[in-house]
């Protein structure tokens, strides 16, 4: 009778600590809280303005909105500013990103217009500290290193930021080394991830089942659908935070919007 008991301990309560938050402080959860985080930048529909551009982010600082981000990066390790894994869609270039020195990249232009691919010091300096910005790294073969440059240069910021990835290792990265940095998982429902993940690593990710590793702040989720234990991890304190938005309907339900394509209130209630 104790092993059953036992074993029906360990059954309820194994869900509860793989999926359980951190918690971060109420001043830097006041920095994001119920409020709109431009996507990329405030970047046009037809990439007129392109993402993740310094027009976009002068755009979102002018306007008073937070940012959200992609860093990466270069071959020769440079952080720079940039979205996909490869650079066809935004460069028309059949490579990766990080099979290209900065030099190289600077060749390239941002969806036949005239900008390039920013490193990320360029849009903290014109960030300059103004607005919050939520810094997505993306994850690929060098991670570690990724996670130590952004790091530095993050440490030299001043401003309010926080970070987040879909990769659980890299959250977990800052855990352990900027414990005092608020972090956050991306995520989806395991059914949105379309391919783009082994069937076993989408069920995984759509549950938060690493959390135990990274124990992040805030659950960034696509609008949409959420497992019972992405509810669950948000009943027991993490910040809900909502990408990509495309109207106000969003601020319902979330503590923090990431958005794009239209101009929401800089806060909410």
């Known amino acids: 009778m104790p092993a059953l008991i036992i074993t029906a301990i360990i059954i309820l309560t194994l869900p509860v600590y793989l999926i359980f938050p951190g918690h971060a402080k109420k001043k830097k959860k006041d920095a994001f809280y119920k409020r709109n985080i431009a996507h990329r930048g405030l970047f046009d529909r037809d990439q007129l303005v392109p993402e993740n551009s310094l027009p976009a982010f002068w755009r979102a600082v002018d306007r008073g909105y937070g940012v959200e981000l992609d860093v990466q990066l270069s071959e020769d390790g440079r952080v720079v500013v940039f979205h996909d894994d490869d650079l066809k869609r935004a460069c028309k270039v059949e490579r990766r990103v990080d099979s290209v020195d900065f030099a190289g990249l600077q060749n390239l232009s941002l969806f036949d217009t005239t900008e390039k691919i920013p490193l990320f010091t360029d849009v903290l300096n014109i ?27 993050l440490r030299g910021y001043n401003g309010e930021y926080c970070i987040e990835s879909f990769d659980p290792f890299i959250v ?93 209130d800089i806060k909410y209630k």
Not at 128 to 147: A, D, M, Q, S, Y
Not at 173 to 180: D, I, Q
Not at 193 to 199: C, E, V
Not at 237 to 263: N, Q
Request: aromatic share 12%; proline share 6%.
């Open 127 to 153: 960030l300059g500290g103004k607005v919050p910005v939520i810094v997505e790294l993306k994850t690929g073969k060098r991670n570690k290193e990724l996670c130590q440059k952004t790091l530095d240069i």
């Open 172 to 264: 977990s990265w800052f855990r352990f080394h900027a414990p005092n940095i608020m972090r956050g998982q991306l995520t989806q429902h395991p059914k949105d991830f379309k391919g783009s993940a082994p069937a076993i690593a989408a069920f995984i990710l759509g549950n938060v089942l690493f959390n135990f590793l990274s124990r992040p702040h805030f659950i960034a989720h696509r609008i949409g659908k959420k497992t019972p234990l992405v509810h669950l991890s948000e009943f027991f304190g993490a910040m809900k935070v909502a990408w990509t938005a495309h109207d106000k309907t969003a601020e319902r339900d979330f503590d923090t919007v990431i958005f794009e394509h239209y101009l929401p």
